[in-house]
Structures are given as C-alpha cells and as structure tokens.
C-alpha cells in the first residue's frame, strides 16, 4: 500500500479509506463479523477509518471503538458530526453547544482520547462558521481533535471558511468530503481546485456510485440488493444506468471489473486524497483490495471522458447534499404581492 499525505497535516493515510456507514443497524449489524472485515482491511494495509455519530445513531462507532483495541495508534481516524442524534433541536447543527458534546459522545464510543480528523458532516447555514471555528479550534487545542475537516461543503462556503479562520487565527478546515465517481465528476469544476489551491485533503465518498458501479444494477434487471431495500431513486436513474451498461462494456474491453475500474478512477485525481470504500461483507471488501493496485492508462481515462466529460454528473445520488435555496421553494421565489414586473 502507498501512502499519500492528507492535505497538508503531515498525516500519512492509505488511498483507500475505510468507511464504517455499513457497520451497524443499516447495514451489517453482526459486530463480530464487522470487526473482522475492519481487521481485515487493516491488515492490507488500510490505515485511515472513517465513521460518524449518524451512523445507525452511534452504533457504526461502537464497532469501530471494539476493532481498534490495541490498535489504535495505528490507525487514523476520523469521524464527523452534524446530522440529528436526537429529538431535541440542539441535538444536531454546527454550534459550539452541540459539536463540543458531539465529540465528547463520540470518543466515549470509539473508546478513545482523540480522534484524528474530526468533521462537520453538512453545512449549517443557522450557524455562523466563525462560531464553528471557534468551537472546533478549543477542541484541537485540548488534544481531543488533531485536524478538523468537512464534508459536502460548496466551493464558496470552503473559501469563505479559509477566509474566516485566517482573519480570526482560528484553526482551519484541512480536509473535505465530497462525493466523487465516475458518475458524479461535479467537484472538479471547483471543488477540488479550491481544495487543491488551499491544501486540504480530500477523502471522497461513494467512488461505486452508490452501488451502481458495482456491476449489480443493470438497465433491464432490477437488482434483489441491500440497497435496493432503501428505495434510492438513483439506482433506477435511466440516464445513469446507460451510462453504467457503456462502462460495463468499457472495463470489460479493458479485462477490469467494473469496481476496479471505478476506485480506480477516483483515486487517479491528484487532488483526491483517499476514495472512501464502505463495504458491508467480506466478499466486498476482498473484491476491492483485490484492485488496489490498478492504475488507468490515459487512453482508458480518455474513454471514460468520453463517456461522462469532466466536471458533469450524470444525474445525483438521493443522500448527496443540496442548499437550501435548492430544497426550499420560499428561498427561491419572491412574496406573490412582489412578483409584478418592473
């Protein structure tokens, strides 16, 4: 396993990142056999894990907590914070009320005195990021947290963070979690530059497509999955199930399978850091470790541009992050008693 540098921390992580979102109730609930897919992945040579509080409501966390034990300072770990963990209103958000408890909850779970990448999972547009930064740079300070990151943030709001932390001496984001796939290359337009122009790291997310580029989803088969169960309208996308039966037939030219050729793609960017994988068995795992040690020629990087040009996505994953200008109608259309014309 070659090892990459995450932004400019120092830290020394593998290309292939574990994440432990299939570890627990919405996934594999058998905590034995998710240790032993952990240690597994450990023992290849994956040395960066990454979890979060959301995660089967800290349940993916107490695995991860179990399968580090005396193995800990070997590992870098990262989990992220943001989304509801309760009914209460505070129980959730980027407020120094809430990461600072947040946090606290989470090394309880992970059996640990630190986490090494701790990050907001979502923008907070009811929350100051100055208020964020705050709030993170105590926790670093304190040695609970090494670096701090985030995840699904627009370029703008990673400037404007960068900006902040600057003008106020506040510890400032080193990483972001986007997501990338040879289906979903929106963040080379801006995102990855941005990242790229500012030294952070990036550990993508949902390199297969959400399942899609496993190979198991096809244009006239509806696959009897997992994921299937969960209703994710992306998995029936036509436009992406096309696209999916032409890079079948083009890892199949290339005598790759389809998954090797999707991490593959992910980690050839050099502004990409680690592709998150998040297997849910064994089998799957193998099947990943199986092609870590695939590179794309150009001619075949050439064809997948061809396929999907740069910077466009082809449709978007259901659990992909969109602003509220986006999801509001309010936000997006001006008060009926205003809407005459000029």
Known sequence: MHYRTLGRT?????PYCLGAMMFGAIGNPDHDDSV?????????????????????????????????????????LATKAHLPMGDDPNERGNSRRWLVRALENSLRRLGTDHVDLFQIHRPDPDTDVEETLSALTDLVRTGKVRAVGTSSFPASDIVEAQWVAERRGLTRFRTEQPTYSILNRGIEREVLPVCERYGMGTLVYSPLAGGLLTGRYRRDAQAD??????????????????TVEQLIALAEKAGLPLTHLAMAFAIA??????????????????????????????????RIDELVPPGTDVGTLDMAYAPPSVQR?????????????A
Request: proline share 4%; aromatic share 4%.
């Open 329 to 341: 109608p309010a936000l997006r259309r001006r008060a009926l008693g205003e809407r005459t014309a």
């Open 10 to 14: 120092g830290i020394k992580v593998s």
């Open 225 to 242: 999955t997992h994921r299937s169960a969960f209703g994710f309208k992306h998995l029936a996308d036509k436009d992406r199930l096309d």
């Open 36 to 76: 032993r897919i952990i240690h597994r992945a450990l023992d290849a040579g994956i040395n960066f894990v990454d979890t979060a509080d959301a995660y089967s409501r800290g349940e993916s966390e107490e695995i991860v907590g179990k399968a580090l034990k005396g193995r800990r300072d070997n590992v870098v």
């Open 269 to 302: 960017h050099p502004g990409v850091t680690s592709a998150i994988i998040g297997p849910r068995t064994m089998a799957h795992l193998d099947d990943l470790l199986a092609g870590a040690e695939t590179v794309l020629p150009d001619e075949l990087l050439d």
